[in-house]
């Protein structure tokens, strides 16, 4: 298993600001994966995060906005740009190991005014 | 993005009953089968992770697979209150619906 950690937990940032949360992992993984989730609804993949190469973005979703790092294979930053109130979401990363089971991070709930 | 299809409830049952979970999947590829338990307010945390098909059990908890059917089943005995909490499966991994949202009845 695995051990994730994010910083902010949370935030409440002003409109046309940019917020980068952080996350951690206890151990090397494979794969990070980069979420976002609006309250009673599904999570919604944004990315995959690739380390030392440029994220994978799923439909809807693009570097500009969402620009992603991932320097090591237990670190990894995303970050919201020129944000909205549309941006307010629950944030997540998620790391899976070779057996492609992923643990998720606690979450950062993101609340832009 | 091929959401999962699962009832999203939410199911109320009460506490000390055996409690049924399911999915259904489209691609008949997929080996790997997973139940995720999401609490409020909280991330998701692994439950259950299964390859191919067959159950399995742990604890309280078994997982069900028939690939035949494209059917994934979770069953839940003995329910307790720090049950209820809203159940993911994920399609090819990495693809999440919304779940479906357990109430556990003191």
């Known amino acids: 298993s695995a051990v994730i950690s994010q910083k902010p937990s949370r935030d409440i940032c002003q409109r046309g600001t940019s917020l980068t949360i952080q996350c951690q992992v206890d151990?090397?993984?494979?794969?990070m994966f980069w979420y976002r989730q609006q309250p009673g609804q599904s999570l919604t993949l944004i990315a995959t995060?690739?380390?030392?190469?440029?994220?994978?973005?799923e439909s809807g979703f693009v570097i500009d906005k969402f620009p992603i790092s991932r320097p090591n294979l237990t670190f990894s930053t995303l970050t919201v740009s020129n944000m909205s109130p549309e941006d307010s979401s629950i944030y997540l990363c998620?790391?899976?190991?070779?057996?492609?089971?992923?643990?998720f991070g606690p979450g950062t709930r993101l609340t832009v005014l | 993005q091929k959401e999962v299809e699962q009832d999203p409830g939410p199911l109320s049952v009460p506490e000390g009953a055996i409690v049924s979970l399911n999915c259904t999947y489209s691609n008949s590829a997929f080996q790997y089968f997973m139940w995720y338990r999401q609490y409020s307010r909280k991330g998701p945390e692994l439950l259950m992770y299964?390859?191919?098909?067959g159950n399995k059990e742990d604890g309280r908890f078994t997982a069900q697979v028939d690939k035949s059917s494209k059917y994934i089943s979770l069953f839940i005995r003995d329910s307790q209150p720090s049950d209820s909490a809203t159940y993911l499966c994920?399609?090819?991994?990495?693809?999440f619906g919304k779940g479906t949202r357990l109430h556990i009845l003191p």
């Open positions: 151990s090397q993984v494979t794969m």
């Open positions: 998620s790391g899976a190991q070779a057996t492609d089971t992923q643990y």
């Open positions: 995060a690739n380390q030392g190469s440029e994220a994978t973005y």
């Open positions: 994920p399609h090819d991994k990495i693809i």
């Open positions: 299964t390859y191919s098909s």
